[in-house]
Structures are given as C-alpha cells and as structure tokens.
C-alpha cells in the first residue's frame, strides 16, 4: 500500500515537473510578453521577468522594445529642378504598442522598411536640389511625419530619420564646383575693390599731407629706396616725379612760337623778289655795281635786300686742252726759260675768246 503511494507521489510530481517546465517563460527587461490565448489576444500583457502560461493552449510573443536602426536603401529619384538624384537614409523607430505590433501588423520591420522608401521617393520629387543638399533638416522632419502616419497604427513610433548621402551626376558636381568657384572669385574681387577704395582715400589723404611739405615727398622716395635696396636686388627701380614731366610739357609749350598750335607747322618763310623789292629798305653798299642797271629798266641799287649777295657768271665753255698742275696761266705772262715752243710736253696755244655781246648775266642769291 505504501508502496503504491510512492509511485504515485513520484508519477504526480514528475507530471507537475513537466507541465511547470512547459508553462514556465523569461520575459528579458527590454522584452513585452503578448500572449495569445486558443488564438486570441490576453487581456495582459506580460511583464519583464518570470511568467507562466497555460501549455498547449496560451502562445507567448515576445516583442523587444529597443531603439531600431535601420537603414533605408539608396533610392534614385528625379528632384523638382528636374536633377537625377540617388539619395540613401537611416531611420530610428522603436515599439510602444506590442499588441498593436503583433496585432496590426504581420512584420512591422518589413512595413517601416518599406514606407520608409516611399516616403523618400516622395520627399525627393518635392524638394529642390538646393535643399537636398543645404536644407536637410526639413526634409528630415518632412519625411519622419510621412512615415510616423501609418506607423503610429502599428504600434510603431518613428524616433528620427537622417538623410544620409545624396549623391550627383558628374556632369552636376563639375557644374556646381565651376559655380562655387565663380561666387568666390566674385567675392574675392568686391573684397579687392573695397580695399582699393580705402588705400585710394588714404593715399589720397597721404598726398594732401605731403603737399604742404615737399620734403616728406623725398624722404619717402629715400625709404622707397632703402626697402627696395633691402632685398639685395639687382636692379634698383627710382620713381619718377609726374610732376617733372608735366614742368618739362609747360616749358616746351612755352618756347613754341605764337599763333602756331599744338599739330601744326609753322609756315614757311617765302623770301621777296627782286623785283617786288621795296627800294627804302635796301643798302646801296651790299649791290654788286657791274649787275645793277640804270634805273631806267633795270634793278634800283636802293631796292636790293641787304642779306642778298649779287654775282654775275656766263656760260663761257672751258679751253679743251688740258692745263698744267691743274691752274691756267695767266695772259701775258713771260715763259720760263728752257721750255720748249713745241713738242710732247708743251702746252696747246690757245686763244681766249671775248665773251659775246649777247652773253648772259644772271643772279643767283645766298642766304646768310
């Protein structure tokens, strides 16, 4: 009899061991418990730590509770300036409602995946490529409300969501870098002529300084000097005073004679001639008496210009012999004694030949 009781003491406790084996579960600390009773949903929901349920007729679903990072695959779109964009991200999502996850939805990290890539197509056709790039974070906060909707059905709220990369065309990267290059040359030139202005007043003011005291103006060409000196060059540079060159322009101004401009030349000088003359105005000394006719028909001695020298000169042709030592003797002259009257070595005879009466007496005048 008591044997019999022993064994089935031991037959009830192994059973007892069996069922609190398979009832018995662990809910860790980020883990909810949803248990589904003969395929419906317990009003509980299970706690972290040690939990029975029912073998054979209750179904624990653990849910964990964590912050979910999960990347959202790259995706190509077109933005509003009609520029081809491929742009990837990351969402942080986590549960707050683990009946509504289990419930609602089959796999709510599938579900998040896949709204998540919608949601960035979306946002990428409604932006400009100018807010891709410097404006993310509205169109974070644009795209987590575009998720969060539906998700708030699942049981499932969206942290944060980053934009992550957005990468261009070659082409619009070559574009943007020669648009980037230009703005900054443009501002390095305005920043170039601001100080251009300011040394232009301040030199203007150095100027104004120096002209009350002409000798500043040298001592800076000194230590224009020195500074250049200093460098051990070899070529040594001197400035040179505008104002010497404008002195030298007055003076060869000046010394131009009157009435004659600037790009003109001054008219030539036409000398009188003999015979427009003006007789009170002549030196009866400087006329040459063997040219000078009555005053009948001929050139009054008092008409004649003083610088005006008188020859007279005929066309009287040349002996053809030829002279010796290159000089005509002259008429009359006795001959040396021994010289031969004829032969090689004399001299043609030759007779001068009186000029004729109708030879030509003529003029010809010399400026002094």
């Known amino acids: 009899m008591v044997q019999e009781l022993l064994v089935a003491l031991v037959a009830v406790l192994s059973c007892g061991l069996v069922y609190a084996m398979a009832a018995a579960r662990v809910v860790k600390q980020y883990e909810r418990g949803v248990v589904l009773r003969l395929g419906r949903l317990h009003d509980a929901v299970r706690p972290p730590g040690f939990t029975m349920i029912v073998p054979g007729i209750d179904r624990l679903r653990k849910v964990n509770m ?30 707050v409602d683990p009946a509504s996850a289990v419930i609602q939805v089959e796999d709510y990290r599938f579900a998040v995946s896949q709204m998540a890539q919608t949601s960035l197509r979306s946002i990428i056709g ?18 987590e409300l575009m998720i969060d909707s539906p998700a708030v059905g699942w049981g499932v709220q969206i942290d944060r969501v980053e934009i992550k990369d957005v990468s261009l065309p ?11 290059e230009a703005d900054r040359e443009r501002r390095a030139r305005v920043i170039n002529a601001d100080a251009e202005l300011q040394a232009s007043k301040k030199l203007a003011q150095a100027a104004q300084q120096m002209s009350t005291q002409p000798a500043a103006l040298q001592l800076r060409l000194l230590q224009t000097v020195v500074a250049v000196a200093a460098e051990k060059n070899s070529t040594l540079v001197l400035p040179f005073p505008v104002e010497l060159l404008r002195f030298l322009e007055r003076a060869q101004q000046g010394q131009q004679p009157q009435g004659v401009h ?6 030539e000088q036409q000398l009188p001639e003999p015979d427009a003359v003006d007789p009170n105005v002549v030196d009866p000394g400087l006329v040459d008496s063997a040219v000078v006719a009555s005053s009948d028909g001929g050139v009054d001695p008092s008409a004649v210009d003083p610088t005006v020298a008188l020859q007279t000169f005929t066309d009287q042709p040349l002996p053809d012999g030829s002279l010796a030592d290159g000089a005509p003797e002259p008429d009359g002259a006795p001959e040396p004694d021994g ?23 003529g003029r010809f005048t010399r400026h002094h």
């Not at 600037?262 to 008219?267: E, F, L, M, N, S």
């Not at 010289?339 to 007496?361: C, D, M, N, T, V």
Request: charged content about 30%.
């Open 66 to 95: 964590q912050i979910v990072t999960m990347p959202v695959p790259a995706q190509d779109g077109i933005t509003r300036d009609n520029v081809t964009v491929r742009v990837d991200a990351v969402i942080y999502f986590k549960v």
């Open 262 to 267: 600037d790009g003109q030349q001054a008219p």
């Open 170 to 180: 070659e082409t619009m990267k070559r574009s943007m870098a020669r648009q980037a």
């Open 126 to 143: 409604k932006s400009d490529l100018d807010d891709l790039l410097s404006d993310r974070e509205k169109l974070n906060q644009g795209l």
């Open 339 to 361: 010289a031969p009257e004829s032969g090689p070595g004399a001299l043609p005879e030759f007779e001068p030949e009186q000029p004729p009466e109708h030879a030509r007496k």
